[in-house]
């Protein structure tokens, strides 16, 4: 490729520049002298090159770019070659475009770019033509003159105007309408513009005009022996006959409708399906091959005939592996193991899964995914996996109808066809994140998929067939429960994931995430070793998560540090690598985080309560503080949430009516004002849960009682005192005991959660359960 010069500004004692002139790249046109052509102008920097030519009353050089599909050509992209030519006329287009005439002037070669941007400005030479024999070019227009008369009564597409301007005797004008009409290839184009002697041109016209000759001769022959083939009255025929003379004349023997059939013939489709796809061949048949429409319907019978209709794979339904590779793939997480093997028998003896659409509700990292993951294994069937997050369209459960331009089927049909078996599993991942909009409610549309009932004859709109998914093992998963529309999550069983204990990512880490770490990076138990206390200074120092996938990356870093070192010491030293605590912070930096701690002392209106976030649980300050000279007003602030805020209002309401029995002057509640603050105020917080913190805080601030530091607590409460049960409590009891706290305070309601909290919090913290705010009042103040 020919090296790209550019025009430097004239130095003392050097001749001055070279005028340059503007240029506009083509796509997909080629300019020649003596022509005037019509075009239009898309790209700001071709319309720039033209304002700045017109402004200045200069021509500008045409140049054709070499790809067409280079949206913005740089100078390798363009040919040497081009025309210089004149503006005649502008029109400015409805879509700020412009359309223009233009009358060529001269061929030219590029010397030198002046410039790029803006736009192209160039510097021109020449372009140097070598003179032909008078008598080669004579010899050659008189062929030439032969073989138009040929092109004329052959030719139909060639413009009519064009065609009676053809004239020998103007060489320039002749050469540049063959080049401009006859030729259908830009490169050829091209190439005759850049031929550099007229002989040559006018040979390379009089091989084109052959070719196309011969071509439209054959087009006619076959156009011939078609019409006596057949009746003058049986249109349908004759385009049949047509299609398959010209395959004849190819040489190929090919039947795209009889290919359809036979494949058709050979699966066993529905009695519903095959009408379809004889209906769609027989309009096939009438349509030319190369319409959009014939496009259309090949990919439509594609879909049908590609799709598993009676597939399936044999189960594996030995309940014995089942819980081997339940506790192969995943450590702890009993009941949910024991739920699966459960379903999985139901599913042996009754051979149908009308019964619930399990649901794995839990932070991120916990193993929902891979959970669906070693389902798919223990029932020997195949796993598709579809992530719902985002999704707004309900075309992407139902498909688009045909009717659109690029309708595709939906995602619950595409899953399917690429299971290949009606029967497999079908994770829906993220069900919480779906959302609506304009386009439709696509958690409306997954009620049909979901539900047992309906599920046997699913319509999506692409296919216009049902479609059985009642042999599907459909399982979701889910974050959260809040953003599931109740309708949908009734037709699910909720199994609850919630985050593991230290002890729990411990064995998890042993058992999983360091050998897949160590193979992953090339290493192996033989050269790193990381002791139980190091892994657990990685989970208490730098994650903080109810899941391991945060515990896993940090694992990751470390092994890839001393991936580096036994690198950098060559393979023949490799040596053993213990990690210590101390080396912590050269691989991982310094810690993250601290530990929650409890407070350092008792204090009055300070008490400390417990909430759950997607990522665990979390202890949470709440301090109160009473401010005198006020007019009784409160003050709540820390980004609360509306259901917060009533809480402390209801909270502030309980302590007012006892204030009697807590020796609290009433004054306190008319002269003073009483500000709640929960700190961290830049994170919104919200729930049912804290109110008997909050009461708790308002008490000792107003009674002047400290709260005991060592005792934390969550529960709803009414304004009569009574406390409410609440969720979360695995998480909140073990955020308390990371906290160091020695005593929760929990609803009486949430007595038999406490029956399940993890063993090492049951050792080490004291559960009191609480009826009333009395009651919390006793235990909680000092």
Known sequence: MDEMTFNEPSKAGMPPPKPSVKMIVLRGLVVFPGQSVVFDLGRDKSIVALNKAVESNQDIFLVAQRRHNAANPAPKDIYRVGCLARVKQITKLPNDSFRVLVSGIKRMEIESYANITPYFEVVLKEFVSRPSDPILVEAAKRRLADQLEKYKKLETNFPADAMRSLDLHDTKSFIGLMGTHLYREDGEKQKLLETPDEYSQLEDIYAVMVRECEIMAVEKKISIKVRENIDKNQREYYLREQIKAI???????????????????????????????????????????????????????????????????????????????????????????????????????????KGPILCFVGPPGVGKTSVVSSIARAAGRKLVSMSLGGVRDEAEIRGHRRTYIGALPGRIISGMKQAD??????????????????????????????????????????????????????????????????????????????GYTYEEKLEIAKRYLVPKQLAANGLSEEVVTIPDSVIMQIIAGYTRESGVRNLEREIGTVIRKIAVKVVENGKDNIGHYDVAKADLKEYLGVVKFTDERKNDSDETGLATGLAWTSVGGVTLNIEVAVIPDGKGEIILTGSLGDVMKESCRTALTLVRLRAEQYAIPLDKFTKYDIHIHVPEGATPKDGPSAGITMATAILSALSGRKVNRNVAMTGEITLRGKVLPIGGLKEKSLAAFRAGVKTIIIPKGNRKDAEELPTEVKKNVKILCAETIDEVFTSALV
């Open 247 to 353: 395959h004849d004349e190819l040489g190929e023997d090919t039947d795209e409708i009889e290919d359809y059939r036979s494949r058709a013939k050979a699966r066993e489709l529905p009695e519903e399906v095959q009408n379809k796809i004889d209906k769609e061949l027989a309009r096939m048949s009438k349509m030319n091959p190369t319409s959009p429409e014939a496009g259309v319907s090949r990919t439509y019978l594609d879909w049908l005939l590609d799709m598993p209709w009676s597939e399936e794979s044999d189960d594996n339904l030995d309940l014995k592996r089942a819980r081997n590779i339940l506790d192969e793939d995943h450590y702890g997480l009993e009941k949910v193991k024991e739920r699966i093997v459960e379903y999985l028998a139901v599913h042996q003896l009754t051979k149908n899964l």
């Open 421 to 498: 078996v009606i029967n497999p599993v079908f994770l829906l991942d993220e069900i919480d994140k779906m959302s609506s909009d304009f386009r439709g409610d696509p958690a409306s549309a997954m009620l049909e998929v979901l539900d047992p009932n309906q599920n046997n004859a699913f319509k999506d709109h692409y296919l216009e067939v049902p479609y059985d998914l009642s042999k599907v093992m459909f399982v979701t998963t889910a974050n959260s429960l809040d953003t599931i529309p109740a309708p949908l999550l009734d037709r699910m069983e909720v199994i609850e994931l919630s």
